[in-house]
């Protein structure tokens, strides 16, 4: 029996949280994206996209990128156009890295985190990352490709006691 859903088509991942505490080092806070083949999901990326980069295609970069927190709304935001990515592609990993610039800093102790992640106007999943207080980073979504043309979003919170570039090497992987 086929399935009538249309999955999810172009989404984004939006990031705040409050600035740090006056005189304290600012809190950095980065949407990162992983992009993997559908005949390897669970392997090396095959690209990532963050701050100062976008996919090789332009269908996943960053419109916002803010290194305070400082601002009204989300200070940082990453938009996909998953029905356009090549077919070769099966998985995108969305997360959330902390960066440690300034000695080691954890989701916990940056006030007012919040991760939406949205189709146009329709709100599909948000969280605090409370849960995940003592972690440096997080995955918080996947998108997989179930059908050609359709992608399914599913809510994925995870977190992970990494530096930046580790963190990226990992996020993909299967119970990392």
């Known amino acids: 029996m086929s399935s009538l859903s249309k999955g999810v088509g172009t989404v984004e991942v939006a990031l705040r949280w409050d600035p740090s505490p006056m005189g304290a080092a600012p809190h950095d806070l980065d949407i990162v994206a992983a992009t993997y083949p559908a ?5 090396d990326p095959a690209y990532v996209v963050h701050f100062d980069s976008r996919s090789p295609d332009g269908t996943i970069g960053l419109a916002r990128d803010s290194r305070t927190g400082q601002g009204f709304g989300f200070d940082e935001v990453l938009k996909a156009e998953l029905t356009r990515l090549a077919p ?3 998985r995108v990993v969305v997360g959330v890295v902390v960066q440690q610039k300034h000695g080691r800093l954890t989701l916990g102790e940056v006030a007012g985190t919040l991760v939406r992640v949205s189709e ?4 599909l999943w948000k969280d605090d990352l409370s849960g995940l207080a003592g972690f440096t980073a997080a995955v918080v979504a996947e998108f997989v490709r179930t059908a050609p043309g359709v992608w399914e979003h599913r809510p994925l919170l995870r977190g992970m ?3 930046p570039q580790t963190f990226l090497n990992l996020m993909g992987r299967a119970g990392a």
Do not use: C, K
């Not at 005949?39 to 392997?43: F, L, R």
């Not at 146009?120 to 709100?123: F, L, M, S, V, W």
């Open 39 to 43: 005949d390897a999901p669970m392997g």
């Open 161 to 163: 006691d990494a530096d």
């Open 88 to 90: 070769v592609y099966g």
């Open 120 to 123: 146009g106007p329709a709100e």
